[in-house]
């Protein structure tokens, strides 16, 4: 039995299923209410004590889940509705499934894709507090291993051994979820989206996270297929890693820039500045996780990764907070936060918390070849405001004898407005494409929602058309263009995107040498 799905991290996996949604062991009703109280109590700090250890041997972007995780956990908010359960007489379990289950369920009937990706995070929260109350910490998936159900808890992912193989089988699950975004970064396979079944599968199973299915209980002749097909990617994985150190050109000789996004400051820690061309895109929003950052935290982060880079570029995009990216005290609650408040529409509607990262990136800039861009530009006055904001910052910086430097000021090419009508933005140091929201906004379909994520494509005729628009007005008026959304590492789209007159990708790490290779089987 076949089944397709959306591919969210590239690769193949052979090996017995294991089941994600197998139920905790049972738990022993106290005697008293103020027995379960305490119960849940010990068990909340138990699940909070698991995830701080786990925290010491997590990388930034793994961290950054985890701290989200206790913060959740030790918010009174999420707990008061279950304390008040078991005050009217429940048992601690079923207190804290049934406050928690309603969380996730405002969660999952949400029309955005940011909140929906997120009842993962909640269902994880929930099952550790209920493993604690059981002491039961769950079967440990075999070495190789297909997980698969309904989706997986970032927890789950982070405890698994994927030295020896394995992959991520989701009957829902999102692209853009924390375990996505890890999978991606560690180069583990994983599909979403392959809808539920009426039984629950068992044995084994083959998973092409290229291409997005899975086969359950497969025949020889697709087994043989499946390993095919899993030697080939390998294969071009392999040879991939000669191109890691070279500088990226095509068949025909023509250079292309490869630089990398990043989310943490410790991104850059495994990275070896000599296999990039510089950060295309340092994502700041992460810094703001549980609260706001204040300006020497924001710029110590920035100051690490220019030393890091030294005379390469270092492209920080100020802070895309919004849409599927909600901070405390900072985000407000919209219908539609896609199309609301988000990137620079808030940053220039809270000018305290904007000016505080203007003059970190300022002070940063003398340390490296700082390059600052805004994010959901959609007219020249949003830019002109942004702009000006850092010429007052600077003037203040120097007024006080503070060492600094203005970097050039560019914008993120994702609205389609700016794609449409480039010629407004002219005095830009540089335009930078963000293919995820273009896309998104073009085609009128979220690429994690399986029903239309046939349409969410980068390669459609007017996507291209805009992107080709674009890289063209940049060269006619001197304006660096770069494209720094996920489909800069994709091999099978880097064809379309030189063609488009692309000549600089920005990709995650784990992209870089695949997007080299892909390069340089490419006559342009």
Known sequence: ????????SPGYAEGPLFDLDRPPAGYKSKASAAEEKAALKEAIGKAVSRLTALIETADGEAAGILEFHIAML????LSGPAFAEIGSGEPADLAWRQALDAEIAGYEASDQDYFRARAADLRDIRDQVLRALSEDWEAVAPQGAILYGTDIAPTRFLETDWSRGGGIALEGGSTASHVAMLARSRGVPMVVGLGALADRPAGNALLDAEHGGIVISPSPAEIEAFR????????????????????AATKTGTPVRVQVNIAYPSDVDSIGIETCDGVGLMRTEFLFGKSLPDEETQYLAYRKVLEWAGEKPVTIRTVDAGGDKPIPDFTV???????????IRLSLARRDIFRAQIRALLRAAIHGNLKVMFPMIATAEEYAQAAALFAEEQAALAARGVAHKLPPLGIMVEVPSVAIAPEAFADV????????????????AARDNAAVAHLNSVRHPAVLRLIESVTHFGREKGIPVSLCGDVGGDPAAIPAL???GLRDLSVVPAQLAMAKAAIAGVSV
């Open 74 to 77: 030790e918010d009174d908010a």
């Open 1 to 8: 039995m076949r089944l397709e799905g959306i591919p969210a």
């Open 333 to 343: 609650e919209e219908t539609n936060p896609f199309l609301g408040l988000r990137g």
């Open 228 to 247: 095919r097909s899993s030697s080939s990617f390998a294969a071009r994985q392999g040879k991939a890693q000669s191109f890691l150190a070279q500088p």
């Open 429 to 444: 140091a540089f335009f930078s494409i963000g293919s995820n929201d273009l896309t998104q906004y073009v085609m009128a």
């Open 498 to 500: 030189l063609e488009a």
